[in-house]
């Protein structure tokens, strides 16, 4: 079985430049989350669509984050412009739709590092 | 809003010995709780969950007990090898679907 496939794997860039991040869920998951990883925060959720609609953007943190979600099979996340403290490992999970006692667990893919330079 | 709270690492321990790293979470409601493991270079990986009160996850010879009364996750294994080597994470979801994870604790395990 595939799991949640991002790419690319590391990215390394200039401060200024668009960045864009691309997620493909497992297939038949009804939910996708988008997560940065810092040695400083540890994990954050970012932002999560269900069924392709984003229901909470509350952790994207400033207006140069944007997601899309435009089909059930791929996902991206853009930093526009970037800047050095972007610099993380950002992960992409998904899962099926909750049950009553919203147990399903989450898929997480293998990151993609990210280095604003 | 929710909050996880783990032990500060690195742990190191030796191989065979006793593994317990503490979690303890704040959260409104009944959440479900589960401990993720990220080895080098990959995601997380699920390793162990508990939706309710009580129950105990157990996967590869991990355990964790959900005990409402004390607010606590810990994991623990009885006999650490080597390839245990990575980091773990708690985590719990609310009544939200995200999941809001503790800092990571890494655990190295020496030959």
């Known amino acids: 079985d595939a799991g949640v496939i991002q790419s690319p794997r590391h990215e390394v860039t200039e401060m200024g430049q668009e960045v864009t991040l691309r997620c493909k869920p497992i297939?038949?998951?009804?939910?996708l989350f988008w997560y940065r990883q810092t040695m400083m925060r540890g994990l954050e959720l970012l932002i999560y669509f269900n069924n392709n609609v984003p229901i909470d953007d509350s952790g994207m943190p400033e207006d140069r984050f944007s997601a899309k979600m435009p089909n059930a099979s791929f996902s991206t996340l853009k930093i526009q412009p970037s800047e050095p403290r972007d610099s993380a490992v950002y992960f992409c999970?998904?899962?099926?739709?909750?049950?009553?006692?919203?147990?399903?667990?989450?898929?997480f893919g293998d990151g993609t590092r990210l280095s604003i330079l | 809003g929710n909050s996880v709270t783990q032990m500060e690492g690195p742990v190191t321990l030796s191989e065979e010995a006793f593994l317990t790293i503490n979690c303890t979470y704040t959260?409104?409601?009944?959440?479900?709780l589960f401990w993720y493991v990220q080895y080098p270079g990959e995601g997380l990986q699920l390793l162990l969950k508990a939706t309710k009160a009580d129950d105990k996850g157990s996967n590869k010879g991990f355990e964790a007990t959900y005990r409402k009364e004390t607010t606590s996750f810990h994991l623990e294994k009885g006999s650490v090898q080597v390839s245990d080597s990575a980091v773990y994470f708690c985590?719990?979801?609310?009544?939200?679907?995200?999941?809001?994870f503790g800092k990571g604790t890494h655990l190295i395990i020496q030959p």
């Open positions: 959260a409104t409601g009944y959440p479900s």
């Open positions: 297939s038949g998951h009804d939910y």
């Open positions: 999970a998904s899962s099926l739709k909750e049950g009553q006692n919203s147990n399903q667990p989450q898929h």
């Open positions: 985590a719990l979801r609310g009544s939200a679907d995200g999941l809001t």
